[in-house]
């Protein structure tokens, strides 16, 4: 089960302009309009459409026709960003991702309630935004904008679950999430910008402000469900916005780095590996005491000196949100 929470805050310039391009003209990821048919749906006697394309069948009540039409151009790039850090089964293994847009939150709540009974508790806790269980998303609109990246996010995650069975760390799983929410529309092409995501960015710049930032170790073994659960909104910001500068130095920080080895845990992803060298990590000398599952991920692929890392990572942190490092 995969929820995220998330708040208003993704804004670029010329979206709005570029989403009345991206509907109007279907220009895609291969500059060549994204195929779909379009069907009535309904759920509880509440109207919708539903729009099936190669890898998505998406069940819309919106209101919004023109954010309703961009849908499939937008989804199927996200699905590119997805397949380009985590390549599917060469076999296609996987169903259609089943992607639910519901125009406001009493339907989302509605659909959340009759259909997600047990985790219904923890979903209702999510102030904006939507959930993903299996390769089921379900998110509500909010605005254009803020309504795109989160379907980005949570359609990491149910491309993961349609895909891979490995049991990922939540600071991996979110912060691969977390890395495919921001994105900008030139020229009405959904163009993917990971190290830009303004919202995450200043709720990294107000933690570092407050000293609130997590250690490496407590990052590495936290769960995203239990941080909603305690329903700490600046906690919950935090850790989502530490996930994703970690998955971000890791790829493009330390002049690289640590890079190789991120490509390698992914790499172990796909193959089914990733487990069994957590396993061995969690066993070594290195690894003192109780070692979580997140931690021992880090260990095997990464590195096994983690303050080195924290240091680095920290130098790092203050340099992707423009603060002077202290003397």
């Not at 996987?94 to 406001?104: A, F, P, W």
């Not at 989302?108 to 935004?129: C, E, H, M």
């Not at 396993?279 to 095997?300: D, L, M, N, W």
Request: hydrophobic share 35%; charged share 20%; with cysteine.
């Amino acid at each position: 089960m995969n929820i995220c929470k998330h708040h208003r805050g993704w804004i670029s310039s010329g979206l709005l302009l570029g989403l009345v391009a991206f509907a109007v003209c279907g220009c895609s990821s291969h500059d060549e309009a994204i195929q779909f048919t379009e069907e009535p749906w309904s759920f509880r006697k509440i109207s919708g459409t539903k729009l099936s394309t190669e890898h998505f069948d998406i069940h819309s009540t919106l209101r919004d026709h023109q954010l309703q039409q961009a849908l499939p151009e937008f989804l199927e790039a996200a699905y590119d960003q997805y397949s380009t850090l985590l390549p599917p089964p060469a076999s296609g293994e996987g169903k259609r991702l089943q992607t639910y847009v519901l125009n406001d939150r009493s339907q989302w709540d509605l659909y959340a309630r009759t259909n997600f009974p047990g985790q219904y508790p923890v979903f209702r806790k999510i102030s904006a935004g939507g959930f993903a269980v299996g390769n089921e998303c379900v998110v509500y609109y909010i605005q254009r904008t803020y309504t795109l990246s989160v379907l980005a996010h949570e359609g990491m995650h149910q491309y993961f679950a349609n895909y891979f069975s490995t049991r990922l760390p939540a600071w991996l799983n979110e912060g691969l999430a977390t890395y495919c929410e921001s994105y900008e529309l030139p020229s009405g092409k959904a163009r993917f910008t990971p190290q830009r995501n303004t919202f995450r960015l200043n709720a990294m710049r107000d933690a570092m402000t407050t000293d609130a930032v997590l250690p490496l170790r407590a990052l590495l073994e936290t769960d995203a469900g239990r941080v909603i659960n305690q329903g700490r909104s600046r906690l919950t910001k935090t850790y989502y916005a530490q996930a994703w500068a970690l998955v971000c130095f890791l790829r493009h920080g330390a002049n690289g780095k640590y890079a190789d080895g991120f490509q390698n845990m992914l790499n172990a992803i796909v193959s089914g590996e990733l487990e069994s060298a957590a396993k061995v990590a969690r066993i070594q000398p290195s690894a003192r005491g109780k070692t979580s599952y997140g931690e021992s991920v880090f260990r095997a692929y990464i590195t096994d000196d983690l303050d080195t890392l924290e240091a680095e990572f920290r130098d790092y942190l203050f340099e992707l949100v423009g603060f002077s490092k202290p003397q």
